[in-house]
């Protein structure tokens, strides 16, 4: 009956209602879409294009397969473990030729090199004396270099055959692939990715407890104090956003020094004498205590938004009822703040283990992070290797961030 009643009712220009409505509301869907286009355009330019390309990069990588393609071929109609035979090496010949003709060597053995280091070298100097490798093909590439005996050259060429591979994962985890094409444990002095990972973490995690112990009280007195007080000490708290993060590092390197502002004051009170200097930088303290500074206030601000709107009197029911200090702080305090505490732990342990400007700065060998390594992978131009630990990281943080939901739950998180 309604939907008869709906339907015989009519605008001012004579239009069914339900329809006139309808339109509204896909006007009203449109426009909202339009305010938000913007945003969305940004952030999938700036995020998830980016994110994306990132992705394939860690898998994607056609250095050797295009310009190799007949030994490529021989790969895929023959099983792994398959000693080339006369026809492998003459296909790897053509391709030598089309490479030095094409002057593409360099790139492909670049892609080999990266599962098999020291093959770009091999690869290249092939390469250039290509018009040498003749019938019979294998006593050719023998006699240009004993490399191309080795299993483990092929195996590293099998891998590179294939634009689409998971070997740099399988580096980042510190596997490799042996000559018969099963995966193995790196040698124990080359396993490097996986303690990078741990020591990232582990780090991140010490930050931001510290910063949680330093933030609280702070936070506390900017909820608590009067108004003069709190804006000087928040003028106080935001001052390192306003200076350089240059700046803020080098005068770290002044204090922590070992003829530094900090040693010399020690020195000066007879805490230690000149043998016994403080070594606190240029090592994974300095680091910690750098990195703490620049990440203090993204713990204080997401403390103190939730404090500020703790009513006093709550506590003050609780003294009244008999409840001790640390009785009152822990069951009615403390709870109230966890979803600042949650917000502040989340914002300053994910920065911590993207960041590698303080650890490069400070940290010199023993206080470098994986954000480092992947730093140097990209200066090296090995973008599919630092694609593949960017990769990895991204997962760790996420799965933390799906651990945070799980434990705490997102909707309780509170930044302001």
């Not at 035979?85 to 094409?102: H, Q, S, T, V």
């Not at 980042?172 to 790196?186: K, L, T, Y």
């Not at 609280?216 to 200076?243: D, E, G, Q, S």
């Not at 009244?320 to 305090?333: C, N």
Request: aromatic content about 10%.
């Amino acid at each position: 009956m309604a939907d008869v009643t709906a339907a015989l009712l009519t605008t001012a220009d004579g239009r069914p209602l339900k329809t006139a409505l309808a339109e509204a509301q896909v006007r009203a869907k449109r426009r909202a879409f339009l305010l938000v286009a913007p945003l969305l355009a940004f952030v999938v330019l700036t995020f998830i294009i980016p994110i994306g390309q990132m992705l394939d990069r860690s898998f994607h990588h056609d250095g050797f397969s295009a310009n190799a393609p007949a030994v490529a071929a021989w790969f895929a109609a023959n099983p792994p473990g398959t000693e080339p035979d006369e026809a492998a090496f003459a296909a790897l010949a053509e391709d030598f030729k089309a490479m030095k003709e094409n002057k593409t060597a360099g790139e492909a053995g670049t892609r080999v090199n990266y599962t098999l280091p020291e093959t770009r070298s091999l690869i290249t100097k092939t390469a250039r004396n290509a018009d040498d490798l003749v019938p019979p093909f294998r006593e050719a590439f023998l006699a240009i270099d004993e490399k191309w005996a080795d299993p483990g050259v092929w195996q590293a060429m099998r891998s590179s055959a294939s634009p689409y591979t998971a070997d740099f994962y399988l580096s980042a985890m510190d596997f490799e692939r042996a000559a018969d094409g099963s995966i193995q444990r790196v040698d124990e002095n080359k396993r490097i990715y996986v303690y990078l990972f741990i020591k990232t973490f582990l780090v991140s995690g010490l930050i931001t407890f510290i910063c949680l112990l330093l933030a609280f009280p702070v936070a506390h007195l900017l909820a608590t104090l009067p108004m003069a007080k709190a804006n000087l000490l928040m003028i106080l708290v935001l001052l390192p956003f306003w200076t350089s993060l240059l700046v803020r590092t080098t005068s770290w390197i002044v204090l922590l020094q070992g003829q530094g502002v900090l040693n010399e004051m020690f020195l000066a009170l007879g805490l230690i004498d000149d043998e016994g200097r403080l070594k606190m930088i240029y090592n994974q303290t300095g680091t910690i205590i750098v990195m703490t500074h620049v990440l203090l206030p993204f713990m204080i601000l997401p403390l103190y938004s939730v404090m500020r709107v703790i009513p006093p009197s709550y506590a003050r029911a609780a003294r009244s009822l008999g409840a001790t200090s640390w009785t009152t702080f822990r069951r009615i305090y403390l709870p109230q703040t966890l979803p600042g505490i949650g917000a502040g732990a989340l914002l300053v342990f994910i920065l911590a283990v993207g960041y590698f400007i303080t650890p490069a700065l400070v940290g010199g060998a023993d206080g470098q992070l994986i954000s480092n390594l992947i730093d140097f992978h990209m200066k090296n131009s090995n973008w599919s290797m630092a694609a593949a630990l960017s990769a990895m990281l991204l997962a760790g943080v996420l799965v933390l961030y799906w651990l945070y939901d799980r434990l705490i739950g997102i909707d309780n998180l509170k930044l302001g």
